[in-house]
């Protein structure tokens, strides 16, 4: 029982980090406890904590005096995201490929199947499965880089990967063949273990989401 009220706190921090990544809690809103209370049902001192993590984590802002509210979003922070996005996963992905495994390799060619299926589907103009598919994309990322062996690293990547991936919500539409490519490209330099390659694509890919996800903006 003693491990309860964290729990609870974790899976209350997990739905509002994922309602303010899907654009649910929209940039700029007022995050209103007793409102929060309600749809999360959750206490009011849980959710302070947990709006207190999220300000740390840089999802939640809190003025002095004013409350809480969703972190607003601008072209300046979003092209920043984007540059430590480049900085961390390439390293990451270094560190991957020098380290990784069969069960490294096995993995990555498992989530580049399923990411892949997906593709196909949307390439086919079926877009029902938007969350899905943002799932099997960081299901992907993740698995190119997690032989870095680096909790730390890991950790810093996941958060700008979720600050990267609240702009791609914002304003989500389909790059098509083009990141099929990429990412085909990614895969099988990674399994080739061409790291040069592998960290140019990946960069090269970074920075075309970037000039997407501006232009959309």
């Given at each position: 029982m003693a491990k309860q009220p964290s729990t609870i706190g974790a899976n209350t921090?997990?739905?509002?980090?994922?309602?303010?990544?899907?654009?649910?809690?929209?940039?700029?809103s007022k995050l209103k406890l007793d409102a929060l209370k309600e749809r999360y049902s959750a206490s009011l001192s849980t959710l302070r904590e947990t709006l207190n993590r999220l300000a740390s984590d840089g999802f939640v802002e809190a003025p002095e005096q004013r409350g809480f509210l969703v972190t607003p979003v601008?072209?300046?922070?979003?092209?920043?995201?984007?540059?430590?996005r480049v900085l961390l996963e390439c390293h990451a992905l270094e560190l991957s490929i020098a380290n990784g495994d069969t069960d490294w390799e096995g993995n990555l060619v498992a989530a580049h199947h399923k990411l892949h299926l997906m593709e196909q589907q949307l390439l086919?103009?079926?877009?029902?499965?938007?969350?899905?598919?943002?799932?099997?994309?960081?299901?992907?990322?993740?698995?190119?880089?997690?032989?870095?062996?680096?909790?730390?690293?890991?950790?810093?990547?996941?958060?700008i990967y979720d600050k990267y991936l609240r702009y791609q919500m914002l304003v989500?539409?389909?790059?098509g063949e083009e990141a099929v490519k990429e990412h085909k490209g990614m895969f099988d330099a990674a399994l080739a273990r061409d790291a040069d390659t592998a960290k140019r694509l990946l960069e090269d890919h970074i920075r075309n989401g970037l000039a997407h996800t501006l232009e959309a903006l």
């Open positions: 921090y997990q739905r509002i980090k994922r309602d303010i990544i899907f654009g649910e809690l929209q940039p700029g601008s072209r300046e922070d979003l092209t920043e995201i984007s540059e430590l086919k103009g079926d877009e029902s499965e938007k969350e899905t598919w943002k799932r099997y994309d960081w299901e992907f990322h993740q698995a190119m880089i997690a032989a870095c062996n680096s909790r730390n690293l890991l950790s810093l990547h996941s958060i989500l539409t389909y790059r």
